[in-house]
């Protein structure tokens, strides 16, 4: 059953090859083979995880792990991402997780049921951020990002980010997006955060440069975060 509906997938999304994406997508996802990128532009992506969402053989897709393309990565989190009932829609992310491989897969992947249910979150966001997979750990700021800055928003989330210390940097980078994004939404509650230098040197200098370049953050709030800077080149 797998395999009829993974090569129709397959044979689909070759039809939809476009070389020129395919390179590019080559150029700004690096860490996967090139070889493993068909080049299918995401809208056509988010069309078929829609009809597979509606196929009786949807779930051997989702089992038959790892996938080989990263179109197929992409589809997975794009059916993830469109599932209705809470619990399966876990469940599944919870198996798919491990395999993410890179940050587009990564940060596309966010399940709109998750708006209905922010009472069961927190503690699967903690479960993540506390992974040792790079690409867990990116996903649990990811929500923690998306779903408590504003009204459900509590100090004692970025204080959870802050206790994050990792050698990757596609983590690092999510925690430096995490504080600016939190700078821009709650500023007088993050900022102890940057002046305390609550997190590493490299990623302290690049959450308050992703702050200055945020078109939310006031000019006059941008020249005292510029004054908090680590001096030094920390690239």
Known sequence: MAKGIVDKIRKELNGLKDEKYRLMQCKIIPGIEP?????????????????????????????????KYFEENQLHAFVISEMKDYDRCVTLLNAFLPYVNNWATCDQMSPKVFKKHHDKLPELIRSWMGSKEAY????????????????????????????????????????????????????????????????????????????????????????????????????
């Open 136 to 235: 867990t750990i990116r996903f649990g700021i990811g929500m923690l990002m998306e779903h408590f800055l504003d009204e459900e928003y509590d100090p004692k989330y970025p204080e959870a980010v802050a206790g994050i210390r990792s050698e990757e940097y596609y983590v690092n980078m999510m925690i430096a997006w995490y504080y600016a994004t939190a700078l821009a939404k709650q500023y007088e509650s993050v900022l102890p955060f940057i002046e305390g230098r609550r997190l590493d040197t490299w990623t302290h200098n690049k959450a308050i440069q992703k702050s200055i370049e945020s078109y939310r953050i006031s000019d006059e709030r941008k020249a005292y975060l510029k004054t908090l800077k680590y001096k030094g080149n920390t690239d």
């Open 35 to 67: 070889d493993s990128i068909i080049g299918v532009r995401t809208p056509e992506l988010r069309k078929m995880a829609k009809q597979i969402l509606k196929h009786d053989d949807a779930d051997a897709f989702l089992s038959d792990l790892p996938h």
